[in-house]
């Protein structure tokens, strides 16, 4: 079993930032990418940001410049920093992992509000 737990979500306004975190812990050999995905009312799940073991990023387009996700392989952990954020930003944002256990995992956590005012 693989358990991801996120943190750091909550109410903002708009130009301000929020740190996301995310832990994974259980029993696994490693684990390969990790990512952000956010669902705002309404709307699908979408990719908001990856973070591959060997640390290159992909960030969506809409959060290019303004986010950041980096990892630490040894903790496996993997945060966000979110700056100049948007009402458009709000969202329920999710971690994501690629996990490598007895087979190939992709393990989601809880998900944690992010609520961006004007």
């Known amino acids: 079993q693989v358990q991801l737990v996120e943190s750091g979500g909550g109410l903002v306004q708009a130009g301000g930032s929020l740190r996301l975190f995310c832990a994974a812990s259980g029993r696994f050999i490693l684990i390969n990418t990790m990512g952000w995905y956010r669902q705002a009312p309404g709307k699908q799940r979408e990719l908001v940001a990856t973070v591959t073991r060997g640390g290159t990023t992909n960030y969506a387009d809409s959060v290019k410049g303004r986010f950041t996700s980096s990892r630490d392989n040894a903790k496996n952990t993997v945060a966000l920093q979110m700056n100049s954020l948007k009402l458009e930003d709000t969202a329920v944002y999710y971690c994501?992992?690629?996990?490598?256990?007895?087979?190939?995992?992709?393990?989601w956590g809880q998900g944690t509000q992010v609520t961006v005012s004007s």
């Open positions: 994501n992992a690629e996990v490598f256990a007895s087979g190939t995992i992709d393990a």
